[in-house]
């Protein structure tokens, strides 16, 4: 993270590290979820000759912290090797391009002077779509864009409408008919000219039932109302639910141009506390975290012993072999091998679920005897770090070879309360599976567990159908010889 900072983060301003901090606040993950250090590392490690790409490096960060997949707190959308492609030679000019779209869209809304959370959340936007789309993927919002300039101009109808996008085009052709009505110019009798400053803001791009704010008030969003033909305008602020204050507002057309700005609004809610439980599915989601303690302790239990894990050409766990010059080290006796993973509750009525397998298969009791069962699988480690012989042991259908056996192993635990804990009768047990030895395993031995085959089905048969006789008739075509002739 040094290097990155000192490349990437910066300067003595602290430019882009600011800018990620205050779109993490804003975005409400600011210390969720993790971002390892092998991805600033990654981000680091790139090299552009003399260009320094802060705003797309910037972005990649962003996309990372908002990453919808997170394996035990860790974000998972954004992977160093994807961050390697950066500097390769398929995506190291468009990577490039990014930057560029990103410091020239800085530039705008800084000369719009747009509201800074907007600014903040819309910029945000726009760099990780471009990150998404770069990666070849649709966006967050599951959007998916031809070209960079497709994204670009869907971040520019975010923060100023359609109409300041396309004013100039609208000035110049009539695009439908209310629009031609709008830039018509009406004479009165005496030839002069009427309603010209309204002609003036409608060709600006102020429309009626849009939405506006001020530099000066940039969270009061107000609805413009009605457009006189002297060009006042009758504004009215929506409250927190979308609705129009009763008490609207009367604002010169001078004023209008220069202190509101077109912003889009849009009210979503979630449906009520009455409809749906608040606390939604987090019962399920404690559980899980508490079966994750759980087996994390079960495995800190683990002794270390004079094991070898071999990955290649299949795998196995063995006793440490017996090396020339070495003296020869007791047998094994009372190994006990842990799990490390990571478990998901097991749904029988889901398309995709897997067989329960014992060896993956944790179970929990809860204190009203109800049990759950949960999947685990492999993952959430670093296997330079951690070693789990546990996923390498191998299984023999001959039972005389087998030194391992599969048992179960209890943790308990307690949910926490926010009153007074009681342990009796409140107390859930996980079953926890491991490998514990069942005899003397010699050095240079193999680490193996009993597994039969799984039996054939026979499948029964029928009697044979019984065929029609046929006779076949020779046709002779000559006459047989007989004794008289």
């Given at each position: 993270m040094v290097d990155w900072f000192v490349k990437f983060g910066g300067g003595e301003t602290c430019f882009f590290v600011d800018h990620l901090v205050e779109f993490c606040r804003v975005s409400g993950v600011l210390g969720q979820p993790h971002i390892p250090g092998r991805v600033f590392a990654s981000l680091a490690a790139?090299?552009?000759?003399?260009?320094?790409?802060?705003?797309?490096?910037?972005?990649?960060?962003?996309?990372?912290?908002?990453?919808?997949?997170?394996?035990?707190?860790?974000?998972?959308?954004?992977?160093?090797?994807?961050?390697?492609?950066?500097?390769?030679?398929?995506?190291?000019?468009?990577?490039?391009?990014?930057?560029?779209?990103?410091?020239?869209?800085?530039?705008?809304?800084?000369?719009?002077?747009?509201?800074?959370?907007?600014?903040?959340?819309?910029?945000?936007?726009?760099?990780?779509?471009?990150?998404?789309?770069?990666?070849?993927?649709?966006?967050?919002?599951?959007?998916?864009?031809?070209?960079?300039?497709?994204?670009?101009?869907?971040?520019?109808?975010?923060?100023?409408?359609?109409?300041?996008?396309?004013?100039?085009?609208?000035?110049?052709?009539?695009?439908?008919?209310?629009?031609?009505?709008?830039?018509?110019?009406?004479?009165?009798?005496?030839?002069?000219?009427?309603?010209?400053?309204?002609m003036v803001l409608l060709s600006k791009g102020y429309k009626v039932d849009s939405t506006?704010?001020?530099?000066?008030n940039p969270d009061v969003i107000m609805q413009l109302i009605k457009i006189e033909d002297d060009g006042q305008c009758e504004l009215a602020a929506l409250d927190d639910f979308g609705t129009l204050n009763n008490k609207p507002v009367k604002v010169s057309g001078a004023v209008m141009a220069q202190k509101y700005r077109s912003t889009k609004c849009e009210f979503k809610f979630k449906p009520s506390y009455a409809d749906v439980?608040?606390?939604?599915?987090?019962?399920?989601?404690?559980?899980?975290?508490?079966?994750?303690?759980?087996?994390?302790?079960?495995?800190?239990?683990?002794?270390?012993?004079?094991?070898?894990?071999?990955?290649?050409?299949?795998?196995?766990?063995?006793?440490?072999?017996?090396?020339?010059?070495?003296?020869?080290?007791?047998?094994?006796?009372?190994?006990v091998l842990m799990p490390f993973g990571t478990c998901a509750v097991w749904d029988p009525t889901s398309s995709t679920s897997k067989t329960l397998d014992d060896r993956c298969t944790v179970k929990l009791t809860r204190p009203d005897g109800t049990t759950t069962m949960f999947v685990l699988s492999p993952g959430g480690m670093d296997s330079k770090k951690v070693q789990c012989a546990y996923w390498s042991?191998?299984?023999?259908?001959?039972?005389?070879?087998?030194?391992?056996?599969?048992?179960?192993?209890?943790?308990?635990?307690?949910?926490?309360?926010?009153?007074?804990?009681?342990?009796?009768?409140?107390?859930?047990?996980?079953?926890?599976?491991?490998f514990k030895s069942c005899k003397e395993i010699p050095q240079g031995a193999e680490l193996l567990f009993f597994k039969p085959k799984p039996k054939k089905e026979s499948i029964e048969k029928g009697p044979k159908p019984v065929r029609p006789l046929k006779l076949d008739i020779i046709k002779h075509t000559k006459r047989l010889k007989t004794s008289s002739d």
């Open positions: 790139l090299k552009f000759d003399t260009q320094l790409p802060g705003h797309a490096i910037c972005a990649v960060l962003k996309r990372a912290a908002m990453s919808k997949k997170v394996a035990d707190g860790i974000a998972q959308d954004i992977q160093a090797t994807q961050i390697n492609q950066f500097g390769g030679k398929k995506l190291y000019k468009p990577f490039l391009e990014v930057d560029g779209i990103l410091q020239k869209s800085w530039k705008v809304l800084s000369e719009k002077r747009v509201p800074e959370a907007q600014c903040t959340i819309e910029f945000g936007w726009l760099g990780m779509s471009l990150i998404d789309h770069t990666l070849g993927r649709p966006n967050l919002d599951g959007e998916t864009f031809k070209t960079m300039e497709n994204v670009a101009e869907a971040f520019l109808q975010r923060i100023f409408g359609d109409d300041d996008i396309k004013v100039a085009a609208a000035n110049s052709s009539a695009a439908s008919s209310s629009d031609a009505k709008a830039m018509l110019v009406e004479y009165s009798d005496t030839g002069e000219a009427k309603a010209v400053p309204k506006y704010t001020t530099q000066e439980h608040h606390i939604g599915t987090l019962m399920s989601d404690r559980l899980e975290h508490m079966i994750h303690a759980a087996i994390s302790t079960n495995a800190m239990t683990m002794k270390d012993y004079e094991l070898t894990i071999r990955e290649k050409p299949c795998k196995g766990v063995f006793h440490k072999p017996l090396y020339q010059g070495e003296e020869e080290k007791p047998a094994l006796n009372d190994v042991l191998q299984p023999t259908s001959d039972q005389k070879k087998a030194n391992m056996a599969l048992e179960y192993i209890e943790v308990n635990f307690v949910m926490p309360s926010p009153s007074k804990l009681k342990i009796a009768g409140n107390q859930y047990v996980v079953h926890i599976p491991a």
